[in-house]
């Protein structure tokens, strides 16, 4: 559910027009509610009601400090995977306890960064980043919590790209060697081991893959304790999926997401830690755009929009599908035609859809595409000299500007030349 309705012939975002928004930002813009954002939240707080644990939202889906604020206020913590994204967890006013840190390239600054700032956890990836924490965090006198993750050999059956769980993946460690990197991880200083990590991978949706990785955790976890560490808390991770097509696209709840975790772990004891990113962000925003041209091909047409890859990256790398409505409400029973839907960037992968149906729509209307609040603005790039797209959040009647877009002489003054040159 989403909070993007047509309302009086016009896209809403919540109680504003979309309309309302673009005339002051103009497009492309990004646009977030509030409501859905918290709703979903609320969704695997629910799921998990009863169970002592922390829902870490992944910031890497949708950094914004207004965002992470928001979400923060709510209860959340936050699933960090760099300095950068640890410094907008805790400009977004998200205590240290609160933030969980992940990734499998963490330097020896970043290791500072957190220990002096304050930590939840560290998710550690590997014996040589084991090793370096535990220097940094001995050189300050400290103590760094950790998990280790392990790779469980699961396939997540998603797309190649965001499969983190197979052996070959560069994620973790492998699970048959878990008991004897944890005797290793209990000789060090600096160390505090304090749980299991695992994460299979994104867009998952099945439950099946979940089942499998968390039963052997919870395998792990009991052999783990026998050998004499104090294994009490579990990171599951995130991966739940979304429904990106309307029609015939139903990934699992969150409430059996829950049931599950509480059928395969639940018995442990354990704090449960789950790092939900896109079914909390993804349905919460929109891409909005206007089509600059229409354009007749041989034996094609094409809408040419002014949104472009740089902007939405995920139809070009992933060959992701959105839905793209048009912001005016089209009359019911209209006849659709087929577009190649595209971008203005000099590259044949700036491509959004091809011989998409839509309703009738003209140069200067206005697109939008849904289900592009995860893994939209946060990898958006300034490729073509194109500035970055500003971000809107809703709430209620009214909406705020969270990001602006630069001007080109913004862009450019951050290069330099040199004065030999």
């Known amino acids: 559910m989403d909070h993007f309705l047509y309302r009086g012939g016009q896209l809403m975002a919540e109680d504003v027009a979309i309309s309302e928004i673009v005339a002051e930002t103009g497009t492309p813009v990004y646009v977030y509610s509030a409501a859905t954002l918290l709703r979903h939240l609320k969704l695997f707080e629910d799921a998990l009601d009863g169970l002592p644990h922390l829902v870490c939202f992944a ?31 805790r400009a977004a006013g998200v ?15 970043e290791m500072r960064m957190a ?57 973790g460690i492998p699970i048959a060697r878990a008991r004897d990197v944890y005797a290793m991880a209990a000789k060090l200083p600096g ?9 299979i991978g994104s867009q998952l949706t099945e439950l099946a893959p979940f089942e ?40 699992p709840l969150p409430f059996d997401y829950g049931a599950l975790i509480r059928r395969t772990v639940g018995h442990l004891g354990c704090e449960i830690e789950i790092e939900p990113g896109r079914l909390v962000a993804g349905n919460a925003g929109l891409l909005v755009s206007r089509v600059t041209y229409a354009k007749s091909g041989e ?57 998409r149906e839509l309703p009738p729509v003209a140069e200067g209307d206005f697109v939008a595409f849904r289900s592009a609040g995860a893994y939209g603005a946060v990898m958006a790039s300034e490729y073509n000299a194109r500035p970055l797209v500003p971000e809107v959040l809703v709430s209620g009647d009214q909406f705020a500007v969270i990001r602006r877009r630069p001007s080109y002489e913004e862009m450019i003054a951050r290069d330099s030349i040199p004065e030999w040159l």
């Open 299 to 355: 034996g094609r047409d094409f809408l040419i929009l002014d949104a472009a890859m740089n902007d939405l990256v995920r139809p070009s790398m992933y060959d992701a599908h959105h839905d793209i409505i048009p912001v005016a409400e089209p009359e019911a029973g209209v006849e659709t035609k087929p577009w190649d839907i595209v971008g203005p960037v000099c590259e044949t992968g700036d491509t959004f859809a091809r011989e």
């Open 212 to 251: 499998a990785a968390f039963t052997k955790v919870a395998e792990l976890t009991e052999s783990l304790r026998a050998d004499g560490h104090d294994i009490r808390r579990l990171d599951l991770g995130g991966g739940l999926g979304i429904p990106y097509e309307r029609i015939n696209e139903a990934p």
């Open 95 to 109: 205590p240290g306890e609160r933030i969980v840190f992940s990734g499998v390239g963490k330097t020896r600054e």
């Open 191 to 199: 160390i505090e081991v304090i749980g299991v990590d695992v994460h």
């Open 59 to 89: 910031v890497k889906s949708l950094g914004n400090v207004a965002v992470l604020k928001l979400l923060g206020e709510a209860g959340a913590g936050m699933d960090i995977v760099s300095g950068g994204e640890y410094a907008r967890a």
């Open 115 to 171: 220990l002096e700032g304050g930590i939840r956890q560290f998710n550690v990836e590997s014996e040589p980043e084991l090793h370096a924490l535990s220097d940094v965090a001995s050189s300050l006198g400290k103590a760094a919590p950790i998990t280790i993750r392990v790779n469980p050999d699961v396939d997540a059956k998603t797309h190649a790209k965001i499969a983190t769980g197979k052996s070959e993946n560069k994620f």
